[in-house]
């Protein structure tokens, strides 16, 4: 029984949920995933791991609902279960060793970054925190961040919380003002992911990015998470999440990822009819 324990929204699109799942926890490491069926006939989602409690045995996850199976996700409450919750899946993140490290975020890939930003910090690093938002209704996780940073660049498209402008802009901002990291650690939406590499690049600077494309079964076999990077073929299940920025054919995965839009659309109008229906 994976009981949701506790239920929140984060913003009127994320949701947080921290779920009773103590094999999954005792195992856990920030960048790892799960997948999820919120019910018996719902597909298979991955999720990544916003965060972990070993002690108390839980997992927490946070998600934007986009689609059809998110949507059946956020209409449990607290108390229900969720009937498939299988993981830990996925390669760690590599952070031990380093000293100081940019920790990138936008949107709610924020919630992807933070226990990597959480984890460096506990380990000694130096963790400059830059998280972005397209204005502040959509903020999440800002006390999280600021808890775990030694600086924290709050920025929002239209100024409307912390600084105006993006996320690169900032990143650069602090090289050129004698910020010299080991590494970038770069989490959101791909084309976010795609520019923080190329602001890196300019520097020498190695940058991960965590990619999370469409996946079925988690295990490498289905092969509908394939990423070029490289030149050769990985699949972001096995080989990643995490792969050398620098290297992924960013223009590639966006194409692959818009191939699904029409589908994800017809996905979320069945299931909000059906939640109306359900609730007449």
């Known amino acids: 029984m994976f009981t949701i324990l506790k239920k929140e929204a984060l913003n009127?699109?994320?949701?947080?949920?921290?779920?009773?799942?103590?094999?999954?926890?005792?195992?856990?490491?920030?960048?790892?995933?799960?997948?999820?069926?919120?019910?018996?006939?719902?597909?298979?989602?991955?999720?990544?791991?916003?965060?972990?409690?070993?002690?108390?045995?839980?997992?927490?996850?946070?998600?934007?609902?986009?689609?059809?199976?998110?949507?059946?996700?956020?209409?449990?409450?607290?108390?229900?279960?969720?009937?498939d919750f299988v993981g830990p899946l996925g390669t760690p993140s590599k952070v031990e060793g380093l000293k100081k490290v940019g920790v990138v975020g936008g949107g709610v890939g924020c919630?992807?970054?933070?226990?990597?930003?959480?984890?460096?910090?506990?380990l000694g690093a130096e963790v400059h925190s830059i998280v972005g938002f397209r204005n502040k209704d959509l903020v999440i996780l800002e006390e999280e961040f600021s808890a775990v940073s030694d600086k924290m660049v709050l920025m929002t498209d239209d100024g409307s919380r912390g600084e105006k402008g993006l996320v690169t802009e900032a990143l650069e901002k602090?090289?050129?003002?004698?910020?010299?990291?080991?590494?970038?650690?770069?989490?959101g939406p791909l084309v976010m992911m795609k520019?923080?590499?190329?602001?890196?690049?300019?520097?020498?600077?190695?940058?991960?990015?965590?990619?999370?494309?469409?996946?079925?079964?988690?295990?490498?076999?289905?092969?509908?998470?394939?990423?070029?990077?490289?030149?050769?073929?990985?699949?972001?299940c096995v080989d990643g999440p995490d792969f050398d920025g620098h290297l992924v054919d960013f223009d590639e995965a966006m194409k692959r990822g818009a191939m699904y839009k029409e589908f994800e659309a017809h996905a979320?109008?069945?299931?909000?009819?059906l939640m109306q229906k359900e609730v007449r």
């Open 174 to 187: 602090l090289i050129l003002s004698g910020e010299k990291y080991d590494e970038v650690i770069a989490i």
């Open 268 to 273: 979320r109008e069945a299931s909000c009819n």
């Open 12 to 83: 009127p699109t994320v949701t947080k949920m921290v779920v009773a799942a103590p094999l999954i926890a005792k195992k856990a490491e920030p960048g790892q995933f799960i997948i999820f069926r919120a019910n018996a006939d719902s597909e298979r989602v991955p999720l990544t791991i916003a965060d972990f409690d070993r002690e108390a045995g839980t997992v927490t996850i946070i998600f934007q609902i986009v689609g059809g199976s998110t949507i059946e996700l956020n209409a449990l409450d607290e108390g229900d279960a969720i009937h």
């Open 111 to 122: 919630a992807i970054a933070y226990p990597v930003a959480k984890k460096l910090h506990e």
């Open 195 to 236: 520019f923080v590499c190329a602001v890196t690049k300019k520097y020498d600077i190695h940058t991960t990015v965590s990619m999370n494309p469409i996946m079925i079964d988690g295990t490498g076999m289905c092969g509908g998470c394939r990423l070029t990077v490289g030149g050769e073929t990985k699949f972001a």
